[in-house]
């Protein structure tokens, strides 16, 4: 929360309202609205195909929505072109100049602006040091690995200092390794220069460490917008439930407004507006389940009782693949191997499990 | 319609078209202009021409039917499809072993080959014509090997095509043989298929789209070739030969453009269905497939370099007899050395000067051209708005490989040579010569543009104009120089076509402005067939110097670049 508020204050850098675009008949866009402030680092998240990129080149002015307004510092850009607007770019590819030495790409846009120079010099070394990369103004594109390469198109997409940066999928291309630390070297960056970015990813886990806000899309709009933290405790639909992390979606059934059926069992749960015996979907997350002890199981209540299916290891924890009784779902559990040791659970045995009612977020059961 | 109304009121729809927009909007629509004066408009005009008289009123169909009337004249068609299919089989046939050898086996001799091979392109189609008339002809050196039969007509006609197109041939189908898969040759050698069975259940099918589509390009090449009938083909006439006798013999512009439009028929007919073959081609091969790397088989290897030889030799043969009957004096009575035929002497504007003409012509096809065509296809493939624009200038760039050159120059007469059309001031001028030899050979150089700028990454424009450059400078400072490989292949490719071409300019060339190929026809025509050699010999020498040249200059430039192309 403390992050979001950092931002409240700050002036809008770029306003969306109700922006869509559509390719013949298809809609690729569905009247977005989304406000931006300054400084902020934004990603937007979403599986395959749902329309960030496209989102992102109507805002870079690459593609001209349907409908709809961008308004950037007060602004009306809508319909500039995307050399009258103020942003620098960095795409999946880099795009780098292969013919242009290091130094030509960063000083591109500069020449441009009739800098002399002297000066053109001074900014480019000045933007080498920045990524790390002083000495190897002369080399070529094709000479560096592809970290290197993804740090150049930055700087080249920083010289002309944008008001804006956008990034569509910068560490898409690069081994896992160099991702996470470019990951950390970006966001330093960014917030050394204070520029407002907005970053296109598909990786969840990329959005939630490196972004001060969060944009879920699905199918051309916005599911949900939020910090990091909201979008993983909070989410608004089984869709950035199940986008974000991992998630178990049980069917259950409406019993109050604070409980509901999970076979047999009756289960407190968050308040919802659900009503009348509907069935619907409790939604939590593997590592909020408790897992307990037989010994300790004696004295609870609300228990679930589930047979072990089979134990994944997944390095810093373990995931145990149950089948709950009764209602025959299968549900993930998440817990330590010192957690798994003191509850002596192997494959075949059976558990008893615990939904904490904080946990357990309910949301209508589409389709049904 | 309601998207289109919506697109053109759309509020800020005309701030969007100032600026960069704006001219690239202009350069697409001169792009689209070009197209319609040096193509459009011409072969218009020329339909309507087909359905006029004399004095120019309507008449409908009559000229057609009196075309169809007239065996003279109708019975061309089936003289040309039968040579066109004849040397179609041939020439495809010899290509595949060839190209089956130089793809698919360990045969010595490859890069030799492939160089002997070359040649022929070098040289206008007149000079095989030639060179078989001094072998088979009446005093010809093999004219025993003939017996009876002429070389004047349907052999000598069929020999010649076979010659000059097979090079064509051999290098779609050597650029079909080496895209195949070896993963699949190497599961068909674990599953212990017999080789003849791996040939016809992947290699045949493999290739059949380049088979199907080198048929085609032979079979238009062959169909539309105006050079070798002219000088071998006697008395049987073909479609091409027809268009010149009416318009240049008899004056009768009509018949000449019923006849183009007859002979647009069949090149159109097969354009399209190239191109509908090609559509179906593209997904044939998967971007991870492994090159096939064949391996020595001694017995199968030497046959096909016998066979490949064997095509050498006589293609070697055919351009040394054109050459060594340049350098005599008088085939076959008197054989000592002379030069005399490289004078021209009294031969007016048939000699050096028309040399010039095409090198002059050649030189600015060569750089005008490239220029134009691959900033064109750059608006195509790199521009993001105007769509149907865009369609419409790439239509127009495929089309001209479906006019045969007989028709675009026949066209280009009817529409500049109009006395109510302002650009006929270009009429016999060297403008028009370069106008028209660009468009005829427009559509290899565009296609080949569109793959080299398909290959560079689709984003340098984008970071261009985020960078707020003009998009101009972002085209001379990259896009020019990261194809400049592409680009020197298609200036070679003008220039020599340029140099080579017979069949358009024959009608276009003013007094001033005779062409170094339509002067060996000429000469041929005057009965001065060792000064005709010469010549021919001259421009195929002035095409392999130009050649030598590009190779030289790919390599320098490849090697300067390549401190950032390596990888
Ligand atoms: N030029 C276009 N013409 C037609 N459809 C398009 C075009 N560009 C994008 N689309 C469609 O719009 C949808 C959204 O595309 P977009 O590239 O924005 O997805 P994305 O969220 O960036 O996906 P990815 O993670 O795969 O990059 C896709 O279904 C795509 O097929
Ligand atoms: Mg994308």
Known sequence: MAHADAFQSAPECLRIEGLSKSFGHFTALESIDLSIREGEFVCFLGPSGCGKTTLLRAIAGLELQSRGRIIQQGRDISWLPPQDRDFGIVFQSYALFPNLSVAENIAYGLRNQRRQRQQIQLRVNELLALIDLQGSGSKYPAQLSGGQQQRVALARALATEPGLLLLDEPLSALDARVRLHLRQQIKALQQRLGVTTIMVTHDQEEALTMADRVVVMNHGSIEQIGTPQEIYREPVSPFVASFVGSMNLLKVTVESRQSVHLGKQLLSCQPHDLTGRSVALLAIRPEEIRLLTPVNAMNEADLITAEVRYIEYLGACLRLHCQLEGAQQPVLVDIGQTALDSVQASRGSRVYLQFPESMNRIYAHEGH | ?567
């Not at chain 2, 399209?272 to 090159?291: E, G, K, N």
């Open chain 2, 1 to 567: 319609m309601q998207a289109a109304t919506r697109y053109l009121y759309a509020p800020g729809r005309l701030q969007w078209l100032r600026g960069e927009s704006a001219i690239r909007l202009l350069a697409l629509l001169a792009a689209l202009l070009l197209m319609l004066i040096g193509l459009a408009l011409p072969l218009i005009t020329m339909l309507m021409k087909s359905l006029q008289n004399s004095s120019g009123e309507f008449i409908g169909l009559a000229n057609y039917r009196h075309y169809f009337d007239t065996p003279a004249l109708a019975g061309s068609i089936l003289n040309s499809l039968k040579i066109a299919l004849i040397s179609t089989l041939i020439v495809v046939g010899l290509a595949f072993v060839s190209a089956y050898g130089l793809t698919r086996t360990c045969m010595p001799g490859k890069k030799l080959f492939r160089m002997i091979t070359l040649l022929p392109i070098l040289a206008p189609s007149l000079l095989p014509a030639i060179s078989l008339v001094y072998m088979f002809g009446n005093q010809g050196y093999l004219k025993g090997l003939l017996q009876d039969s002429s070389i004047y007509g349907p052999i000598g006609i069929v020999l010649g095509m076979c010659f000059w197109v097979f090079p064509h041939a051999l290098m779609i189908l050597v650029t079909a043989l080496s895209t195949s898969d070896a993963r699949m040759y190497e599961a068909a050698r674990a599953m212990k298929t017999p080789q003849w069975r791996t040939f016809l259940t992947i290699t045949l099918p493999g290739i059949r789209y380049g088979l199907i589509s080198c048929a085609f390009v032979v079979f238009t090449l062959t169909i539309t070739d105006f050079g070798v009938p002219k000088v071998i083909g006697g008395q049987y006439n073909l479609l091409a030969t027809d268009i010149y006798k009416q318009v240049v013999g008899q004056q009768n512009f009509q018949m000449g453009a019923v006849v183009s439009v007859i002979l647009l028929l069949p090149a159109l007919f097969t354009f399209i269905a190239d191109r509908w073959v090609q559509r179906r081609q593209t997904a044939q091969l998967s971007s991870r497939a492994v090159p096939y790397q064949p391996s020595p088989s001694p017995l199968r290897d030497w046959m096909l370099a016998l066979f490949c030889y064997a095509i050498a030799g006589m293609i070697l043969l055919v351009i040394g007899t054109a050459i060594y009957a340049s350098f005599i004096h008088f085939w076959p009575y008197n054989l000592s050395f002379t030069l005399r035929h490289y004078q021209f002497d009294g031969l007016g504007g048939s000699g050096w000067e028309s040399w010039f003409n095409s090198l002059k012509m050649a030189f600015s096809v060569a750089v005008i051209g490239t220029l134009v065509i691959f900033t064109n296809a750059w608006l195509v493939e790199k521009s993001r708005d105007f769509g149907w624009l865009r369609q419409l200038v790439h239509l127009f760039a495929i089309l001209p490989m479906a006019v045969p050159g007989m028709v675009l120059g026949l066209a280009y007469i009817f529409f500049f040579n109009h006395p109510d059309n302002p650009l006929n001031v270009i009429y016999g001028t060297l403008t028009i010569l370069v106008l028209n030899t660009l468009i005829h050979f427009y559509t290899v150089c565009h296609l080949t543009s569109m793959t080299a700028l398909k290959q560079l990454d689709p984003e340098f424009e984008s970071v261009g104009s985020s960078l707020k450059v003009p998009f101009w400078t972002t085209y001379t400072r990259v896009t020019l120089p990261v194809s400049l490989p592409a680009v020197l292949d298609i200036s070679v490719y003008l220039f020599v076509n340029a140099m080579t071409t017979v069949s358009a300019v024959i009608f276009l060339y003013g007094p001033d402005t005779r062409l170094a190929s339509v002067s060996v026809l000429h000469l041929d025509e005057a009965g001065y067939f060792a000064s005709a050699a010469a010549m021919a010999v001259l421009i195929l020498l002035t095409s392999l110097v130009v050649k030598l040249l590009h190779a030289g200059l790919s390599w320098l430039l490849l090697r300067k670049a390549q401190s950032w192309r390596q990888r």
